[in-house]
């Protein structure tokens, strides 16, 4: 199984930035998906993710209203999109799938992660 991301970049603050998430070698059919970022010297945490059946979205504080997490209907790509960009959004960006949430807290599965894209905004 693959996840491969892209879409990172370097962007000034107050741009967008589009990243996609291909999932292959296997067919997850639906399952719950998220994506995570870590800066240097921070842990990872979650800042959006999706219900199996695309219902239902969430998101951290940090990024509610100017992140967007959408999926493919075949479930096999995952998409963040990112509106006016922070530099304190700077990091780098990965997906999971297959977790379980609890409540609205998505658990990440241990072993499907993409290797990450990284996102850098400059001032």
């Known amino acids: 199984v693959q996840l491969v991301e892209s879409g990172g970049g370097l962007v000034q603050a107050g741009g967008s930035l589009r990243l996609s998430c291909v999932v292959s070698?296997?067919?997850?059919?639906?399952?719950?998906m998220g994506w995570f970022r870590q800066a240097p010297g921070k842990e990872r945490n979650v800042v959006a993710s999706i219900s199996a059946n695309g219902y239902h979205t969430f998101y951290s504080d940090s990024v509610k209203g100017r992140f967007t997490i959408s999926r493919d209907n075949a479930g096999d790509t995952l998409y963040l999109q990112m509106n006016s960009l922070k530099p304190e959004d700077t990091a780098v960006y990965s997906c999971n799938v297959g977790g379980l949430f609890i409540g609205e807290t998505y658990r990440p599965h241990r072993t499907y992660w993409g290797q990450g894209t990284q996102v850098t905004v400059s001032a």
């Open positions: 070698g296997r067919t997850f059919g639906s399952v719950n």
